[in-house]
């Protein structure tokens, strides 16, 4: 009743203007902050068309239902999911986390939920990657005599997070942590219950690595500098995957009345001491970049000067709930978790590790600046070409655009489109050279911010130059595949992926009339013919000779494995990875039906994960289907290519269920940057991009009642499944603004121009309508 009270006395003293003084000095903190932000301001003004207004139109309107609170940052923290719940904005530079131990596969986060204690808060943090690396610029606060080892025990019922926010009580000395951030600076507060001194460890060695012995010797240069009584400043130059260069600047709310190293002459260590009374506070504000100390501290100045903690943490949580709402979804509570929770861990990366004023550090160690004022990197190619991409050039064309133009900036530094980049270097993770389909799927749907012409001779040099060391073009054309004794490990993956990438260049070169390149790229994207072994039906390993590779161990995965010629995966697994052609692959197989039974064996196989060199990346299995590594991310959509739709929506609905849960364990396997997230987004719609660059979304079955998607120029479009229920799984007809829609996917320009497509749903399996 009091808070009704409060907005009536809003709306009857003001039309659009200052705080009321009887609400400002009133008791509820978080309406004056809305009011003072504006949102409910612009609420307010819009419900009335900028006109006086009534306390009785107010009480009418429909209340906004916050969407961030459907976001489980903590789903993926646990098994193999590699997420981290820490503090970050959509494609910031910093992520402001926890972390529970610095060693090792299992910290590619530095988070893991199984563990009980904390060693501190770092302000660069990798989303579900299977590599190790970042961790940068550690914080830790303590009271009482300097540990031996920097941690503290911690509880997950004194554990919160929402997006743009995380705290934590630190349990040995009651110290409560907070923390939020913007897309270059962390803030810190740190509020202390317990009589005596309070202190901080900032860390500049401290890094996620492998080992103890790398720990120790992963910084080459660095040091920290005290600059006065309440801003310190430091650097850290890094090897681990990548080779990089860190600074930062903090600037704390009260002064230190002590200062030490603890490691000697390196000044990489240092504890500052501050004067508290029981129930204070330790504030600080952190900027990052990875160009310089001055960069750091215009990044700082820029986003946070003279705003508080709770002015932070409010942009935050403001600027995650607009991107979210590109996507208004509609269901139960559970699928809408699992929906934003997707969403939310899509749009962390890739990170603009520009500074404010567009100065980046690129490949080659030197700094650049680029014209739009972002450089984008945490590039995970290799998984984020086949759904994440494409959902960008959907809910934020203009960021994919943005994402390109720093791919071709990237190009014009290191002679070659990016692979996997990290702090804009090349870590050559991976295989493939999928900026390729990246950049084809953003040009041929008309994204801007790129030129096209420049695109294509960026693609066209990476695909023809041996500046990958995982390809040997000549090696390529010569044989018509990679033969296996030649290159020794992935060479049937290396091979599909060349081809895939291969007809993405193809296409483009049609579309800007260079009809002798796309000669020579369309035949070479049929070269993943060479690799078909017609007996097994199966992709295979072949000598140079010709000659299959023996034994042919089509069951083996992982790439130290006996015939290791695949990547992550094993034969069953990588013999659909042929996204562009999948007519002529289904032609291999002889026909719809044998493909359909080939499909079958795949999902109905043991599960058991073979070879002694077995990665831990094949996870999610069903039958030898993995939805926990990417190569099979558009597999069980081909069963609707192959006239079969009915097992599609079976299966997605499957694996929905299965590999995204609400808990921490929930994830299937890595969450690699979004990709498995951007799966669940698209499948939840009802359509995936089995072919990224084709500007075709294969059709499947949607798991939530109604999507609206806002799209530029302020269209929307509607997705809705009229009678779904868990049984109700089966698509009985498909119609797109009224019309019976009859083909087996829907087109980008389609979806782009706006209107409504329209599931009815049904119990039963219906004989395709395409």
């Given amino acids: ?13 003001v039309s659009v203007g200052a705080v009321p003084k009887a609400f400002e000095n009133g008791c509820h903190a978080e309406l004056v902050e809305a009011w003072r932000a504006g949102p409910l301001r612009a609420t307010l003004r819009q419900a009335q068309g900028d006109k006086p207004l009534l306390a009785t139109s107010f009480f009418h309107q429909k209340p906004l239902d916050s969407l961030i609170k459907y976001v489980n940052t903590f789903i993926g923290t646990s098994a193999a999911g590699h997420t981290f719940p820490g503090a970050t904005v959509p494609f910031g530079m910093v992520q402001l986390s926890p972390e529970t131990g610095n060693f090792g596969w299992n910290y590619c986060s530095g988070y893991r939920y199984e563990d009980n204690v904390i060693t501190g808060f770092a302000h660069t943090h990798l989303s579900g990657t299977g590599g190790v690396d970042l961790g940068d610029v550690l914080f830790f606060p303590f009271q009482g005599d300097q540990p031996q080892n920097f941690q503290s025990k911690f509880s997950h019922q004194e554990e919160k997070a929402s997006p743009g926010y995380y705290e934590v009580i630190l349990g040995d000395n009651n110290i409560k942590a907070q923390l939020t951030a913007s897309a270059h600076t962390g803030l810190h507060r740190y509020t202390f219950t317990k009589a ?20 120790a010797e992963h910084v080459s240069d660095g040091e920290i500098t005290i600059d006065s009584k309440i801003t310190i400043s430091g650097y850290a130059f890094t090897s681990q995957w990548v080779d990089k260069k860190v600074y930062f600047t903090a600037v704390f709310n009260r002064p230190f009345t002590g200062q030490h190293f603890i490691d000697g002459d390196n000044k990489r260590r240092l504890i500052l001491d501050f004067d508290l009374k029981p129930g204070e ?20 100045l820029a986003e946070t000067q003279h705003k508080t903690f709770e002015q932070v943490k409010t942009e935050a949580a403001r600027t995650w709930e607009n991107n979210l709402g590109k996507l208004k979804a509609e269901g139960s509570k559970k699928e809408k978790i699992a929906f934003y929770t997707s969403l939310y861990h899509a749009l962390i990366q890739p990170n603009n590790i520009a500074d404010v004023d567009g100065q980046y550090r690129g490949a080659d160690s030197l700094v650049h600046r680029s014209a739009d004022k972002v450089f984008y990197s945490t590039l995970s190619l290799w998984d984020t070409y086949r759904a994440a991409h494409p959902l960008y050039t959907i809910i934020c064309p203009e960021k994919d655009g943005q994402m390109v133009e720093s791919m071709l900036q990237h190009n014009g530094v290191a002679g070659m489109l990016p692979i996997w980049t990290l702090w804009g270097k090349e870590s050559y993770a991976m295989i493939g050279n999928h900026a390729v389909p990246v950049i084809v799927d953003a040009a041929l749907k008309g994204i801007k911010g790129f030129d096209r012409q420049k695109a294509f001779a ?6 023809t130059h041996n500046k990958n060391p995982k390809y040997d ?30 007809w993405c260049a193809a296409q483009l070169a049609k579309a800007l009339n260079k009809q002798s390149d796309y000669n020579y790229f369309i035949k070479r994207s049929l070269f993943y013919n060479s690799l078909f072994d017609k007996s097994t039906r199966l992709m295979r390993g072949r ?5 299959w590779i023996q034994p042919f161990a089509n069951l083996d995965s992982g790439q130290l494995a006996i015939g290791g010629d ?21 032609k291999l197989m002889g026909g719809k039906k044998a493909f359909s039974g080939k499909l079958d064996s795949l999902f109905t196989m043991d599960s058991k994960v073979f070879g002694k060199g077995s990665t831990l990346d094949v996870t999610g299995l069903i039958g030898q289907y993995a939805h926990g590594n990417e190569p099979n991310h558009h597999v069980a959509y081909l069963y609707t290519l192959a006239g079969n739709p009915a097992k599609t929506q079976e299966l997605v609905r499957q694996i929905a269920d299965q590999f995204y849960i609400n808990k921490p364990d929930g994830l299937s396997g890595n969450d690699d940057c979004g990709q498995m997230s951007a799966w669940y987004i698209f499948t939840a719609m009802g ?22 998607i806002a799209l530029p120029g302020g269209k929307s479009f509607v997705i809705e499944a009229k009678g779904l229920s868990e049984e109700n799984k089966y698509v009985q007809n498909i119609s797109l603004n009224g019309k019976p829609y009859p083909k087996e996917y829907i087109t980008h320009k389609d979806i782009m121009k706006g209107g409504k497509l329209v599931f009815v749903m049904g119990d039963k399996a219906k004989a395709p309508v395409f």
């Fill in 1 to 13: 009743m009091k808070k009704l009270i409060v907005v009536f006395l809003i709306l009857s003293a």
């Fill in 196 to 215: 005596g001194k309070a202190h901080l460890l900032v860390d500049m060695q401290s890094g996620l690595v492998d080992s103890p012995e790398q720990l």
């Fill in 281 to 300: 506070t330790i504030e600080a504000k952190v900027g990052v970049s990875g160009v310089s100390i001055a960069g750091a501290h215009k990044n700082l």
């Fill in 458 to 463: 960026a693609i066209k040099n990476t695909l």
């Fill in 473 to 502: 073009w000549s090696l390529y054309l010569r044989y018509g595949y990679l033969p296996s004794d030649t290159v020794k490990r992935e060479a049937v993956s290396r091979t599909l992926e060349a081809a895939y990438d291969d």
């Fill in 543 to 547: 000598k140079s000779n010709g000659e």
């Fill in 566 to 586: 695949y990547t992550e995966g094993n034969a069953w697994q990588y013999t659909w990875q042929v996204q562009h052609d999948i007519p002529g692959l289904i």
């Fill in 687 to 708: 359509f995936y991009p089995v072919n990224p660059a084709d500007s075709r979304y294969v059709f499947g079955a949607p798991l939530l009642d109604r999507v609206s």
